[in-house]
């Protein structure tokens, strides 16, 4: 029989070839994480230098994207997203909120029991943010660059400029007499509070022949958003003072349910308007204004008058506080009792959390060229007077 020969020379010569060959993988995975890092490095770096970049740029934006790839973009989402009645961005974001740091804290102790290296949590951080990375630059391409689009009014031919007080207060009067003639057709609860008697989720559905309506009359504005989704857990929303939220990942404008009827509608109709390519807060509060006064459903009509009352009465109680008193005199009490319902439940979210969102957002609007922040809200008043004084009554 013969005997095996003596292989240590084959062991060492092979020990030394794995060994170069964990090396070289580990120098491989290294260079992978450094990768990643790289590429979200770069791609945060673009995705925050959107607004500079397109800065100046809004005639390209109107004519490449607003009024044609973006249009594609939304209704093609829209297409599976409108599928299902609950909003999909929400489900999506509980997850995100929730999957992430228990996939953080997974990784960490795995360090700390020693059954995993460093190596494995620093991909799951290169990993996350590189995804929040292309995101960002999504947000932009879904919808974002709608924010650089030439100005609505420019599209509609208004004129912006420094109206009369007169003028405003003759607005804000026909606006409370228009609202209060509507008012009294409209159903109240035992309190004396508007309270539809039809569901909210059907109120909703007439939404979209409501801007169809509107695209008909005044063809600058799009003809087919879809129907605004409630948000599960809208209390969520309501400590941080939102009313409603657009999402143009998912092309799904997202309404806070928990809130009164009052301007519930009018909150739909603004997010809808988001979802046309309307991005200026301004804009889309005059937009959601006008597609409200052409909806079929009376409490429809007031939600948007009603909002346009607050709106231009503000307005009118900063330039001229005596002229505001007296056409708040001409509200009538039920009107009043609404305004103090619709009060009483916003001040219930009063605090810290409130402000906090609102520095955010007053931040976020800034940051992508809407130089009045929160307060480019009230400035959608001086569209609707540009708007009669070019239309008249009848506009």
């Known amino acids: 029989m013969r005997r095996n020969r003596d292989k240590t020379w084959y062991n060492r010569r092979m020990g030394s070839k794995k060994i170069k060959q964990n090396r070289g993988k580990k120098t491989a995975r290294l260079g992978g994480i450094l990768t990643r890092f790289v590429f979200a490095a770069v791609l945060a770096a673009l995705g925050f230098s959107w607004p500079y970049l397109l800065a100046g740029r809004a005639a390209w934006i109107e004519t490449y994207y607003s009024g044609t790839a973006y249009q594609l973009i939304r209704r093609a989402i829209s297409l599976v997203t409108a599928l299902v009645p609950f909003s999909i961005a929400e489900l999506a974001l509980y997850s995100l909120s929730i999957g992430i740091p ?72 026909k606006t409370a007499e228009e609202a209060r003639e509507t008012r009294a057709t409209l159903r109240e609860d035992e309190r004396g509070v508007f309270s539809p008697a039809e569901s909210k989720s059907a109120i909703l559905e007439d939404l979209p022949e409501a801007y169809a309506a509107l695209a008909k009359k005044y063809p600058k504005f799009e003809p087919d958003p879809t129907r605004a989704k409630m948000i599960l857990w809208s209390r969520g929303l309501s400590w941080q003072g939102i009313a409603g939220i657009y999402i143009g990942l998912t092309a799904e404008p997202n309404i806070n349910a928990d809130q009164p009827p009052l301007l ?62 007296a056409a708040a005199e001409t509200y009538g009490e039920a009107i009043w009792r609404d305004l103090e319902d619709y009060d009483a439940y916003w001040s219930a979210f009063d605090g810290e959390v409130r402000e906090s969102a609102d520095k955010r957002n007053d931040a976020y609007l800034k940051h992508n060229a809407q130089e009045s922040g929160v307060r480019s809200y009230g400035e959608s008043v001086d569209l609707m007077l540009a708007f009669y004084a070019k239309y008249g009554k009848n506009g």
């Open 264 to 325: 519930l509608y009018q909150a739909a109709a603004h997010e809808m308007a988001h979802q046309t390519g309307i991005a200026g807060e301004n804009e889309a509060e005059f937009t959601a204004y006008l597609a409200c006064l052409q909806s079929s459903d009376p409490s429809v009509r007031y939600s948007g008058l009603m909002n346009a009352l607050i709106l231009a009465g503000n307005a009118l109680y900063q330039s001229d506080a005596s002229r505001y008193l």
């Open 102 to 173: 228990v996939l953080l804290l997974y990784r960490i102790l795995q360090l700390i029991l020693q059954k995993a290296d460093w190596k494995r949590l620093a991909r799951t951080i290169a990993s996350v943010l590189l995804a929040g990375a292309i995101v960002l630059n999504l947000f932009y391409i879904t919808w974002g660059f709608n924010y650089f689009r030439e100005p609505l009014a420019q599209r509609m031919g208004l004129v912006l400029l420094s109206r009369p007080v007169d003028e405003l207060e003759a607005f804000v009067l």
